[in-house]
């Protein structure tokens, strides 16, 4: 069964750094790209980038260059999204997905349950 | 940047009746089009990609339809369990790919 298990909540102050874990399991992890997703609270979905865990490559939405950083260890089938100072206006639920490959194209076809990260003084 | 867009923003359904929701994007996609469904308090569920083939496990009431840069969403009769966010995304163009606004489907 195929699995992507993210890391739990969090709550961090302004300034301070984070990163979320989202770890797949039940097929081979190098095989597929992985998406970030975010989600305000009340608001629509934005995609954020993605990550080829074969090789570390990522693409990454304008929006969220520069601003977030993307990386995978493949040794532990892990993808992860990093923040080295988060703002308050960073509070949002954060998705990881796999992009499906063949037919699915980029469709997401799996997601993981989501990590609320909490930005507050 | 290809924008999309969805509407209405808000449909009013009652159970068993039909609905039909609409995506368009800014420039052409192809066929290069997926429709998700978040319920509250949930992760978005793939429902249709390809514009129109139904993910593993779909009921057949989800049916998609479209191309370039005109897609719908039809529902053929809702169930309780419909009532939910939809979002379309397109996946013709990295970066980014980006989604519509969603269509929140309601009681009516």
């Known amino acids: 069964e195929v699995q992507l298990v993210q890391s739990g909540a969090e709550v961090k102050k302004p300034g301070e750094s984070l990163r979320i874990s989202c770890k797949g399991s039940?097929?081979?992890?190098?095989?597929?790209?992985i998406s970030w997703v975010r989600q305000m609270p009340g608001k629509g979905l934005e995609w954020m980038g993605r990550i080829d865990p074969s090789d570390s490559y990522t693409n990454y939405s304008p929006s969220f260059q520069g601003h977030v950083t993307i990386s995978a260890d493949k040794s532990i089938s892990t993808a992860y999204l990093q923040w080295s100072s988060l703002k308050a206006s960073d509070t949002a639920m954060y998705y990881c997905?796999?992009?499906?490959?063949?037919?699915?194209?980029?469709?997401?076809?799996?997601w993981g349950q989501g990590t609320l990260v909490t930005v507050s003084s | 940047e290809i924008v999309m867009t969805q509407s209405p923003a808000t449909l009013s359904v009652s159970p068993g009746e039909r609905a039909t929701l609409s995506c368009r994007a800014s420039?052409?996609?192809?066929?290069?089009l997926a429709w998700y469904q978040q319920k509250p308090g949930q992760a978005p569920r793939l429902l249709i990609y390809?514009?129109?083939t139904r993910a593993t496990g779909i009921p057949a009431r989800f049916s998609g339809s479209g191309s370039g840069t005109e897609f719908t969403l039809t529902i053929s009769s809702l169930q309780s369990e419909d009532f939910a966010v939809y979002y379309c995304q397109q996946y013709n163009n990295w970066p980014p790919g980006t989604f519509g606004g969603g269509t929140k489907v309601e009681i009516k």
């Open positions: 039940g097929y081979s992890f190098t095989s597929y790209w």
């Open positions: 390809g514009a129109s």
């Open positions: 420039q052409s996609v192809s066929s290069n």
């Open positions: 997905a796999r992009q499906g490959g063949g037919s699915y194209g980029g469709a997401f076809d799996y």
